[in-house]
């Protein structure tokens, strides 16, 4: 069936510092792919989007490029704020574009 | 309010009881989820109802599990004769169409449920 891997955490920064956080795929036909964002004490939100292949997806200095010839989806920042700490899980949308295959998450901290 | 809601935020219940957790959708989405986050586990599907079609019921872990939604609106998912396992937290979610094109899934704080 449909999952996706992501590095473990805590990934652990300094502000200012390049993030990425690693997601690989497996999926029958063309899924469409996120990456979701749980802030301390809140709901899990959408952070950004692509729905087919090469696509870019941003949003608040985040960015995801959907790759097919390597199955994945890193998420990247070039210079991270303490405020981005939090959980990030990316996902798929299933074959039937019915539900979202998460990840297990990773967590990302980072300091002053 | 106008995001999702779940009741209660905290459940500690006795192994062997049953309990019951709400949700409350964003008014007009039609389309309701149930996850459950456990420690190192991500993400794990359980239930998603779509207007009158009949729930997918496929990540149901075990027949203690079950969830109706009436009216289209309010979803319970009910735990019958809790098990330490079934700790987790439950995450319901709502979408306004089935909301996997878009991705855009409104998520509720979760309901932590432990079980001793």
């Known amino acids: 069936g449909d999952s996706v891997t992501q590095m473990e955490g805590p990934v652990t920064l300094s502000e200012e510092a390049f993030l990425t956080i690693n997601c690989t795929y497996t999926?029958?036909?063309?899924?469409?792919l996120f990456w979701y964002v749980q802030y301390p004490g809140e709901g899990l939100q959408l952070l950004l989007k692509?729905?087919?292949?090469?696509d870019k997806g941003s949003n608040k200095g985040f960015e995801a490029t959907y790759r097919k010839e390597t199955t994945s989806f890193h998420l990247e920042k070039g210079s991270v704020q303490v405020s981005d700490s939090a959980v990030y899980f990316c996902?798929?949308?299933?074959?039937?574009?019915?539900?979202?295959?998460f990840g297990t998450g990773t967590r990302l901290l980072v300091s002053p | 309010g106008a995001g999702v809601s779940q009741s209660p935020s905290n459940k500690v219940t006795e192994k062997g009881k049953d309990v019951e957790l709400r949700c409350d959708p964003i008014?007009?989405?039609?389309?309701l989820y149930w996850y459950r986050q456990s420690l190192g586990q991500g993400l794990e599907f359980l239930i998603y109802?779509?207007?009158?079609?009949?729930?997918?019921k496929s990540g149901l872990p075990s027949d203690r599990f079950s969830a109706e939604r009436t009216g289209g609106s309010v979803s319970t998912l009910t735990i019958q004769r809790t098990q330490q396992e079934d700790s987790a937290v439950y995450l319901c979610?709502?979408?306004?169409?089935?909301?996997?094109?878009?991705?855009?899934?409104?998520f509720g704080e979760g309901s932590r449920l432990t079980v001793l």
């Open positions: 996902a798929l949308s299933d074959t039937g574009f019915q539900k979202l295959v």
């Open positions: 109802f779509q207007g009158n079609s009949a729930p997918d």
């Open positions: 999926a029958t036909g063309y899924p469409s």
């Open positions: 692509a729905t087919k292949a090469d």
């Open positions: 979610a709502s979408s306004p169409i089935p909301g996997t094109h878009t991705g855009e899934l409104f």
């Open positions: 008014s007009g989405h039609t389309a």
